[in-house]
């Protein structure tokens, strides 16, 4: 059965206009003083002069994680490239040089104009080789091939530039528990 | 042979007066802008700076340069099927008449000065008629033909429905405009704005005999002039950018500084009917005259003042500012040590400039020849303060018009009709059949 929702009766004083209207002429000139007289309380932030807080799990740029030795920690086993909706991916494979590993990626890039940063490439990947909290979310460059990131670009990221308790990032080269994790895979 | 004797040079250099709606135009830009922004939370703008000035920003006041600079140069676009001819004259409307009506509009006291042939008064208004009112009426109403034949020559049907509301709206609303202003002519008895202003001095301000007809003539005003809650002519929602959407460059900026130089009139119009025009409150020309040192001094103590106001708030928000992390920080810091010193030392100059005026000024009626009349300093020094007067008046119902628009929703287009037809014209009458009944009662 349909629900008459009645409409709130005016009462004289709004019907007349000229007393709601000054009601409201209050409101914006109280918010123009406030933000003449202290304009520290505007919910406002400079960008980009005031840096802004990004939270670690905000998909951003990609990064693919490194191993002690520095190599990518991915193995080419398509898995992101499959799961992209945007397609955006290209691996191509070739062989490891560590003979524990069956294979390595020779070429991996990321189209970041096609990619639509849904973050599933990380979910499918099975041994946490890429992620998306570089926090980089201000892209630009000046052609369309510039935004096709590769395995240089994406591996270009300093452990220092993430937590200590990260411990995936800071068993990559240059970071805390790198001579650690160097010991445990008998790399010199 | 040509006499140049010194009301006919008074009367030439009057015409400088009509510059000033224009010179208004960037202020009027500059307070809606930041008007705008801080009712809504925001800055503002406040990117533009001068870097050969240390990168001052003044308070996004330099804004309207790169806009000015940017509307000049871009390109010209005519759109295809539009009437060349009609399309380019459009523009220029709007802001012809924003020169001619402050011809009409009296700027100052008229003055009684020694020429060659025997004294002879100097009025306020550039063009001295009695009918200077309705002078007014007429071109202010004229400015509607530049937003009609503007949406009609662009070819565009958004254009054309923008240009017709417009119109429609303008039309209703000069009725009441006429009706709501005609309390005053009865009261005063004359449709010469300078004797209208000179009544007020003389008894009282225009609002508090005619409450009723103020409230009228502004919300009519707003009408006139197109402003919200009556922007008709635009409408973003519904016909995109409403009469002027063909229009690029400065042919679009032309129709933006005409709108802002009507306010400018409309607002010395509302401040001659209704708010005393150039008289400064509880003194009349007189007694300007007579205390002119005083005056002026304390009219420029109070810039003074403001000044060093405007030099601490700049102080605090660099303290704040500083303990913000920016990347900005040096020039920050640089440009508000500029602005801090320059209104420092500016208002403590205006400071003693007052002090000056009020210990050194003390005019007084000399025998020039025939009469005793003022000198001819006294006479323009206090043209000067009833013309800074006058703008003061006009600023703060530019602001006024800001306020509004950023209060109020637009209305729909029916209800602009029903409430200036059905509403506003019958106050109007009553106010002026009452207010006739009065004025009989009163006058004899
Ligand atoms: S974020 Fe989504 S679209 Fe972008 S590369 Fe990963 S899977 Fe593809
Ligand atoms: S899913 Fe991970 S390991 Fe597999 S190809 Fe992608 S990044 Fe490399």
Same mark, same amino acid.
């Given at each position: 059965m349909a629900r008459t929702v009645p409409r709130p009766e005016m009462t004289l004083a709004e019907k007349a206009y000229v007393p709601e209207i000054v009601k409201g002429l209050k409101v914006t000139m109280g918010h123009f003083l406030r933000g003449l007289f202290t304009p520290e309380t505007l919910p406002v932030q400079s960008y980009p002069e005031t840096p802004s807080v990004i939270p670690r799990n905000y998909r951003a740029k990609h990064r693919l994680m490194k191993r002690p030795d520095g190599e990518p920690r991915c193995v080419a086993c398509m898995m992101c490239s499959t799961a992209c909706p945007a397609n955006c991916i290209t691996i191509q494979a070739g062989e490891s040089a560590d003979d524990r590993i069956e294979k390595k990626p020779v070429k991996f890039e990321i189209d970041l104009l096609v990619?639509?940063?849904?973050?599933l490439c990380a979910e499918a990947c099975p041994v946490d080789a890429i992620r998306m909290d570089t926090r980089i979310v201000a892209l630009a460059a000046d052609?369309?091939?510039?935004?096709?990131?590769?395995l240089k670009d994406l591996m270009s990221?300093?452990?220092?530039?993430?937590?200590?308790?990260d411990t995936q990032s800071q068993k990559a080269p240059g970071g805390l528990l790198n001579a650690e994790a160097k010991k445990q895979w008998g790399i010199s | 042979m040509i006499d140049f004797d010194l009301p006919f040079l008074l009367a030439i250099a009057k015409f400088a007066l009509v510059f000033i709606p224009l010179c208004l135009i960037p202020i009027c830009i500059f307070m809606e802008r930041k008007g705008a922004s801080l009712m809504q939370d925001r800055y503002g703008p406040n990117r533009a700076n001068i870097p050969l000035l240390g990168g001052i920003r003044l308070f996004g006041f330099v804004q309207n340069l790169p806009d000015g600079i940017k509307l000049f140069t871009k390109e010209n676009f005519i759109p295809r099927g539009a009437h060349t001819f009609w399309y380019l004259l459009a523009p220029m409307i709007p802001l012809a008449v924003a020169l001619l009506t402050p011809s009409v509009i009296p700027w100052f006291g008229p003055m009684v000065v020694e020429g060659s042939r025997g004294l002879a008064t100097v009025s306020g208004q550039i063009l001295d008629a009695d009918s200077g009112v309705l002078v007014l009426f007429a071109l202010s109403g004229l400015s509607i033909y530049g937003v009609v034949l503007g949406a009609w020559a662009s070819n565009s049907k958004y254009a054309l429905l923008g240009g017709m509301r417009a119109s429609a709206q303008m039309i209703s609303y000069e009725v009441s405009m006429g009706l709501s202003a005609a309390g005053i002519f009865l009261i005063?008895?004359?449709?010469s704005l300078t004797q209208i202003v000179e009544w007020q001095a003389a008894h009282t301000w225009g609002i508090v005999v005619q409450p009723v007809g103020f409230v009228l003539f502004l919300t009519s005003l707003f009408a006139e002039t197109g402003r919200? *809650?009556?922007?008709?002519?635009?409408g973003e929602s519904e016909i995109v950018a409403g009469y002027f959407v063909e229009y690029s460059a400065i042919r679009f900026g032309l129709f933006y500084m005409g709108e802002y130089a009507h306010i400018a009139i409309a607002g010395a119009l509302l401040s001659t009917l209704?708010?005393?025009?150039?008289?400064? *409150?509880?003194?009349?020309t007189e007694a300007v005259r007579a205390n002119l040192g005083f005056v002026s001094g304390a009219i420029v103590a109070a810039v003074g003042l403001s000044c060093l106001g405007i030099a601490y708030m700049v102080r605090r928000w660099a303290r704040i500012y500083s303990r913000m992390q920016t990347t900005d920080a040096v020039d920050r810091k640089r440009e508000y040590n500029i602005l801090n010193g320059a209104f420092s030392v500016i208002g403590l100059g205006l400071l003693a400039v007052a002090a000056a005026l009020m210990v050194l000024v003390h005019p007084a009626k000399g025998g020039l020849g025939a009469a005793d009349i003022w000198p001819l300093w006294v006479n323009l020094g206090t043209a000067a303060v009833q013309v800074g007067t006058l703008v003061v008046k006009i600023l703060a119902i530019c602001w006024i018009f800001v306020w509004v628009r950023w209060t109020l929703p637009r209305f729909r287009y029916d209800q602009v009709m029903a409430l200036g037809w059905k509403i506003m014209l019958n106050i109007a009458l009553v106010n002026l059949l009452v207010t006739a009944v009065v004025a009989k009662l009163v006058k004899g």
């Open positions: 990619c639509v940063f849904c973050g052609s369309r091939e510039k935004f096709k990131v590769g990221w300093e452990p220092k530039d993430y937590p200590d308790n | 005063v008895g004359s449709f919200a *809650p009556f922007d008709m002519a635009e209704f708010l005393g025009g150039y008289q400064i *409150p509880f003194m009349d």
